[in-house]
């Protein structure tokens, strides 16, 4: 049987495979699993929860709430709101336990469960591995004054808001940045921030209906916000996608800029001030060789970790490194927040742009993404991938032709049967024609 949590809690089709049933079963788990390690010992439970604008949401987070409730855990909603807010809220109201109803960048009739522990942190994977393992079962329900009570947090979007501002080392005073909120949940609380550091908001995808969220907006749907950029002759804009824990950016010229220069460029900032701890930042192997190369140039230490933010967190805090992310906007700074926060990384990110007077396009120039081709190689047993010596002097191959600026990666999917290949070189043509030769071999050696 497949596992139930993924590298980011549970998603499906939201009343097919994530149904009111298990996200009433997952609640209870969940709170009898910490419980029992002593998560609660000697007060009265309390999560806080909260879910972006999805129309499944409203009964996913009554059944979330119902669980928890039912198991003596009092229940604080927070609403419509990120989710780097919930793991904020999380830890400065003391709470056991927090739980978001959200997709993040999937289609409207997607739906996931997230929970954070206690502080704001993900749920290790042998916690998650636990309360899968207690769904169903058999048990003892409080009654009484036992049973849990549920409130509503009224100010959620205020505290979230003021600890935002209280981070950012100057204001946006003279800047007019368009913001894409991708129809989800940071619809309000994104343009609200901008608004009292003094810059100029122009807000686009701030009206969800429930069935909007991500769709051709946000992150994931760039055209939108760089045409708006130039119609309005912004200095910048800012996207986040549904649950706001990503943020890409466009310069004035409608050009992306990517979590890879994002972080190049915090990383410069955080460097001057003194405040990059070992001047180290943590990235992933997909991160663009031209970052790899530009921090390298500045003196920089360049930590690779597996694909998945909660790889870069993992590695962030056994070093003890405050930077991360990934290329799709997962930004993490860690003297701020216990998880990636789009609108943290917005703020900061324009903060740098205020602070030195200069375009964002001359600031994401600090690295020059080199062209990168990936391929999908599907119907292959991605499990020999390993074993194939025609692979593997193909590859060898590849990377003496490619020299010291260009890069291969092959690698089998996580979460699909197939073999990805990215290749990475001076031109696009050269990173095409590498690519699709090694995606040839691949598919000829590893056939079904």
Partial sequence: MARLFGTDGVRGLANRDLTAELALDLSIAAAHVLAERGTFAGHRPKAVVG??????????????AAGLASAGVDVIRAGVIPTPAIAYLTDTLGADLGVVLSASHNPAPDNGIKFFARGGHKLADEVEDAIEARMGEQWERPVGEAVGRITELADAEERYVSYLVSTVPNRLDGLRIVVDEAHGAAYRVSPEALRRLGAEVIAI????????????????HLDTLRRAVVEHGADAGIAHDGDADRCLAVDASGEVVDGDQIIAILAMALREHGMLAGDTVVVTVM?????KLAMK?????VVETAVGDRYVLEAMRDGGH????????HVLLLDHATTGDGVLTGLHLLARIAEVGKPLGELAGV???????????????KSRVGASPQIAEAVEAARDELGAHGRVLLRPS?????????????SHELADAVAHRLADIVRAELAL
């Fill in 414 to 426: 996580g979460t699909e049967s197939l073999v990805r290949v990215m290749v990475e070189a001076e």
């Fill in 297 to 301: 140039r500045e003196g920089l230490t």
């Fill in 367 to 381: 690295m020059r993404r080199m062209p990168q081709v990936l391929v999908n190689v599907k119907g292959v047993d």
């Fill in 322 to 329: 405050v930077l991360g992310g990934e290329q799709s906007g």
């Fill in 51 to 64: 879910r972006d604008p999805r129309a499944s949401g409203e009964f996913l987070e009554a059944a979330v």
């Fill in 287 to 291: 991160a663009n060789l031209g970052f």
């Fill in 205 to 220: 995808g701030v009206e969800p209906d429930g069935l909007n969220i991500n769709d051709g907006c946000g992150s994931t």
